[in-house]
């Protein structure tokens, strides 16, 4: 299976700031024929469902707010979160999908 | 609008069956793959498996127990957990694959676009 390891576990960030979460894959997550990165992003909050970020490491889901942007190739990649609100706090995973199982990290804590 | 609701018993006894089901709404259950995923209680999220058209793939760990079908007369997909152990309580989401669009031919992505709001399911020794 691909590992992927997430850092930090968790964070504290001021109001707009900005926060910088790292997911870092086993494997290579890029389809050298496609030229495409087989990761995602989701956020999730207590007591709603997971929501979708970011897919292909940095393609924004539609509806998510600009602030949240993706970025990385290959092994190591990154969710950025600028001008953070108040909204943001959540656990956020990464998840490749490059090969099954599908596999994600084990989440990180962003507060404020 | 696009939903997923879980369904099904929130407590299941030790080395017995867990049954699952996830009803959708908004959409054909026949036009995407679906996925179930699992969250125990502090811990991370874990890929159970999903259902293709060309049936279903596992996660290996779990192969041997699990099983998944599609009841495309309800717009359901079900989930069955074989001979569960308190390692198994979590919180059980089913997720719909994504699905890209190029001219008239789809492509179907093993990430997850839309969720639902999870279930809670206990082991009792």
């Known amino acids: 299976d691909i590992l992927m390891t997430q850092s930090p576990d968790s964070l504290a960030v001021s109001l707009g700031e900005t926060a910088t979460i790292n997911c870092k894959s086993s494997q290579t997550l890029l389809h050298s024929s496609f030229n495409k990165n087989y990761l995602a992003w989701y956020q999730l909050k207590p007591g709603q469902p997971p929501r979708l970020l970011i897919s292909w490491a940095s393609v924004r889901e539609s509806g998510v707010p600009e602030r949240f942007s993706g970025s990385g190739s290959v092994t190591d990649f990154t969710l950025t979160v600028s001008s953070l609100q108040t909204e943001d706090v959540a656990v956020y995973y990464c998840q490749q999908y490059f090969v099954t199982p599908c596999t994600f990290g084990q989440g990180t804590k962003l507060e404020i | 609008q696009v939903q997923l609701q879980e369904s099904g018993p929130g407590l299941v006894k030790s080395s017995e069956t867990l049954s699952l089901t996830c009803t959708v709404s908004g959409v054909s259950i026949t036009d995407y793959y679906w996925t179930w995923i699992r969250q125990p209680a502090g811990k991370g999220l874990e890929w159970i498996g999903i259902f293709t058209r060309g049936g279903p793939d596992y996660n290996p760990s779990l192969k041997s127990r699990v099983t998944m079908s599609i009841d495309t007369s309800n717009n359901q997909f079900s989930l069955k957990l074989d001979s569960v152990t308190a390692a198994d309580a979590a919180v059980y989401y089913c997720?719909?694959?994504?699905?890209?669009?190029?001219?008239?031919?789809?492509?179907?992505?093993?990430?997850?676009?839309?969720w639902g709001n999870g279930t809670t399911v206990t082991v009792s020794s």
């Open positions: 997720a719909r694959g994504a699905r890209t669009v190029v001219t008239t031919n789809y492509y179907y992505d093993y990430y997850m676009d839309v």
